[in-house]
């Protein structure tokens, strides 16, 4: 049995995140409020009246970062476990934000002050953009450290051995989570968890559970994660959290419940019995009415804008190789309906013809035939395909009702004879243009994990994901991220 020693309390790289994200807000309030006044009001010192004139809004505008700093605060935004991952870090920044313009609309209707709407009407919007940016460039930089090790919180595994090898392993894989795995207990089994502690690159500590609790005072482990269920069922819990008390150890509860979004779980106690809801997929409805005015209103826009980019890229393909400018081909979409996909031409006019000489070169995915140097691929086509530029006209899919902007991958007809089982279930919903597929590794990715995003988008699927599918496309376009 590995033993633990005691370490010094690790509380720095916290302590540094705390106060820079603090700082970075207070800078993005701030910039948004000084903006606000200078565009509603000018500059105060070359007004007539000066600084007096405008004292009023000065004070306003300290209220105002104050008030929105408090809301940020109250409303737990800057969490350790909220920040990194997830929606809920930009979800407590947007109540934040309507809470504090709620706030100065009740102080000025019931003391009846003056405020120019204006001036609230930049305020607000501007800093909530700011915000927002701010906090994603802190949860790039987060990611980058965690991915090499760095401000990760250590973690016990408690549990029975197929759940601590199973949390061990999404640990691993999922590291943006910032939680990693220093030691195992399993009380079922000691045997097993001796073994289990060994997975992974290196042999983890094994603790019997009458010592978690002790270990983790000692500063070592930061959380305690609960994975499955323990022997003694929730007794043996409820004693567990009583010995972390007054630890500053977070206890989490780790079910099996795999492969659900958060908005779709809702918890709700009843007479101590934590009951958890989770809310069944719905493939039409209200909902996806929203998407699709969401898909239309966005296309109609893109067009507009784009047509000189399709002017230019046409006139490219044209010139480039003999043959036409738009590429169609036979895709499956919603409930197995076939649609005529639509993309500009990147390869050569008897490309399907030289296929067969260049199968022992395949470095797809098994199903999909993939080669990062396919000597079938023009020069405009290299380009094009290198910033998925080759798949704008899909943009017409999307109006036509074929495809939605994000979606599960289009398969073709022959993918679609070979699906097996739960795989079938891709084709609920409309294909896009772009999805998680798309910004998880493109190409790179295996057949099964291509799956297994596509099922969990179609499962899971939600306005806001689809915007930040939409900006994590715009990035992996531009960074050539698996594209060939």
């Known amino acids: ?67 929105w700093l408090v809301a940020l605060a109250a409303t737990r935004s800057r969490l350790l476990r909220n920040i990194g991952t997830g929606m809920v870090e930009y979800q407590r920044v947007l109540q934040s934000t309507l809470f504090t313009f709620g706030a100065f609309a009740v102080v000025a209707y019931l003391f009846q002050l003056q405020t120019a709407r204006g001036y609230l009407a930049i305020a607000l919007p501007l800093g909530l953009v700011l915000l927002l940016l701010a906090r994603g460039l802190w949860r790039t930089y987060l990611h ?66 009458d010592d978690v609790a002790r270990v983790s005072k000692r500063r070592r482990a930061r959380a305690v994660i609960v994975a499955g269920s323990l022997p003694g069922g929730n007794d043996a819990i409820r004693r567990l959290g009583w010995d972390l008390e007054n630890s500053q150890v977070e206890l989490i509860l780790m079910s099996r419940l795999t492969d659900v979004a958060g908005p779709r779980i809702h918890m709700r106690p009843i007479n101590g019995l934590p009951m958890v809801h989770v809310d069944l997929p719905r493939y039409s409805g209200y909902s996806h009415a929203v998407k699709r005015l969401f898909d239309v209103s966005i296309v109609t826009v893109a067009l507009l804008l784009l047509a000189p980019v399709f002017a230019a890229i046409a006139i490219a393909v044209r010139l480039d190789s003999p043959g036409p400018v738009i590429f169609r ?12 996909m639509l993309k500009f031409r990147s390869m050569v006019i008897d490309a399907e013809a030289r296929l067969a000489q260049l199968r022992t070169l395949d470095e797809g995915n098994g199903v999909l035939f993939k080669m990062k140097e396919d000597p079938r691929v023009t020069r405009a086509g290299r380009f094009l395909r290198a910033y998925s530029l080759d798949e704008l006209p899909q943009l017409w899919n999307v109006l036509r009702g074929d495809m939605s902007l994000v979606g599960p991958r289009p398969p073709l007809p022959s993918e679609v004879e070979r699906y097996e089982g739960p795989v079938s279930r891709r084709l609920l919903t409309r294909p896009g243009i772009t999805g998680l597929w798309q910004v998880n590794g493109r190409s790179n990715l295996s057949w099964e994990d291509s799956v297994r995003l596509d099922l969990y988008y179609v499962e899971n699927w939600s306005i806001t994901g689809d915007i930040v599918v939409l900006a994590k496309t715009v990035k992996a376009v531009l960074h050539s991220d698996g594209a060939y």
Not at 14 to 20: I, M, S
Not at 25 to 45: E, K, M, S
Not at 160 to 174: A, K, N
Request: hydrophobic share 50%; glycine share 10%; charged share 20%.
């Open 329 to 340: 081909q036979e895709r499956v979409g919603a409930h197995g309906t076939r649609f005529t």
């Open 144 to 209: 980058a450290l965690r991915r090499v090790g760095r401000c990760m919180t250590g973690a016990i595994v408690v549990g029975g051995p197929e759940d601590v090898v199973r949390v061990l392993s999404q640990l691993r894989s999922h590291y943006r989570i910032g939680y990693r795995a220093i030691a195992v207990s399993m009380p079922a089994d000691p045997g097993a968890g001796a073994r289990a502690a060994q997975a992974g690159d290196h042999v983890l500590p094994f603790v019997p559970l």
């Open 1 to 67: 049995m590995a033993e633990i020693a005691p370490q010094p309390r690790r509380l720095g790289w916290r302590r540094r995140l705390a106060w820079g994200m603090l700082a970075t807000d207070a800078a993005a309030i701030a910039v948004a409020v000084f903006t606000a006044q200078l565009l509603r009001f000018g500059d105060p010192v070359r007004t007539a009246g000066g600084w007096t004139a405008d004292i009023a809004y000065a004070l306003t505008s300290l209220a105002l970062v104050v008030v």
